[in-house]
């Protein structure tokens, strides 16, 4: 699952950003909480005529972490609806243990064109701006004894998606850990792809 090119995620993701665009005023009623994925006008790009109310927001030192999911994040609107792929954010996946989580700096890359007046858009420009970095609540869990690698499992023989373990986030606007990673579960799924099912696979 080793993209061909490492760079070719983020690209894809940046151009698919510059055209995502939410539905304005224009859209039919309830779709306020649709994207719609179209070129970025001119004038939609243009700052707002009419000047924005100030944000209520609190900016401590630099280098202090923001309030947890102080931002209400979508994976349906960028991993669905605008079709973001996982590795243009969580872009460690394939090179490590860990995914990683994209830095403000890293959204603000697209959201400096994109969405830039909707409220959590707002605190995090100022955010970035303060230098203070987002902070996230974890959803997916593992005991200290388990050892999981991403980059392993993604570049293994049986081609898994991330959707193999996590579910259809991209359907989610809340993620939830709603299938339990347990090892009756993991040990399964080893024996279906013909993995290892030695101890020390998961236990060092």
């Known amino acids: 699952m ?3 090119h490492p760079g070719r ?3 894809l993701a940046l151009a698919l950003c510059l055209g995502c665009q939410r539905a304005s005023s224009a859209a039919p009623p309830g779709a306020a909480d649709a994207p719609a994925c179209a070129p970025l006008s001119a ?3 243009a700052e707002p005529s009419q000047p924005l109310p100030p944000l209520d927001l609190t900016l401590g030192a630099p280098g202090e972490p923001a309030p947890a999911d102080e931002i209400a994040f979508s994976h349906k ?3 669905g609806d605008c079709r973001i ?7 460690y996946a394939t090179t490590s243990p860990v ?3 994209p830095s403000g700096r890293k959204c603000m890359g697209c959201h400096k064109f994109v969405a830039k007046e909707k409220p959590g858009v707002r605190i995090l420009a100022a955010r970035v701006k303060a230098e203070q970095p987002l902070r996230w609540r974890r959803v997916f869990t593992l005991p200290d004894f388990i050892y999981f690698s991403h980059r ?3 570049r293994s023989k049986a081609k898994l998606e991330c959707k193999d373990c996590h579910g259809d986030i991209a ?7 709603e299938t339990p990673f347990t090892m009756g579960r993991c040990l399964t799924c080893h024996e279906q792809k013909k993995a290892p099912r030695d101890c020390t696979t998961c236990h060092r």
């Not at 359907?171 to 850990?177: D, F, G, L, N, S």
């Open 2 to 4: 080793r993209p061909a």
């Open 9 to 11: 995620p983020l690209l």
């Open 43 to 45: 004038a939609a790009a």
């Open 77 to 79: 609107a960028h991993a």
């Open 85 to 91: 792929p996982c590795l243009a954010c969580h872009v």
């Open 99 to 101: 995914a990683g989580i």
């Open 152 to 154: 392993a499992h993604l």
């Open 171 to 177: 359907a989610e606007k809340v993620v939830r850990q």
